[in-house]
């Protein structure tokens, strides 16, 4: 039973933080790159950041450089994503997901509401 599974999500202020977590159960994640994503309310998934299987290259999405970091512990089977200076319209369900070769797996998501 392969699975990921994100957790850190909740309700924070405009300008707080979050620190989300994908952790890998069944498998190990030292393979794989792993991508965020967000889907908010009526509007499509899209791609926050990634980073590959080694750590060392990362990328992010306009609206969240600067203000988020990826980053993994392959020795804890976990990718993280440091969420920082969080506004209101970062608030969606996060996933995560890991990819190898045509290997593709999702996380259920966890909700992150940024509201004052």
């Known amino acids: 039973q392969y699975q990921l599974v994100e957790s850190g999500g909740g309700l924070v202020q405009p300008g707080g933080s979050l620190r989300l977590s994908c952790a890998a159960s069944?498998?190990?994640?030292?393979?794989?790159?792993i991508g965020w994503f967000r889907q908010a309310p009526g509007k499509e998934r899209e791609g926050v950041s990634c980073?590959?299987?080694?750590?060392?290259?990362?990328n992010y999405a306009a609206s969240v450089k600067g203000r988020f970091t990826i980053s993994r512990d392959n020795a804890k089977n976990t990718v993280y994503l440091q969420m920082n200076s969080l506004k209101p319209e970062d608030t969606a369900v996060y996933s995560c997901?890991?990819?190898?070769?045509?290997?593709?797996?999702w996380g259920q998501g966890t909700q992150v509401t940024v509201s004052s």
């Open positions: 980073i590959s299987s080694n750590g060392g290259n990362s």
């Open positions: 069944g498998f190990t994640l030292e393979y794989y790159a």
């Open positions: 997901a890991a990819t190898w070769h045509n290997l593709l797996y």
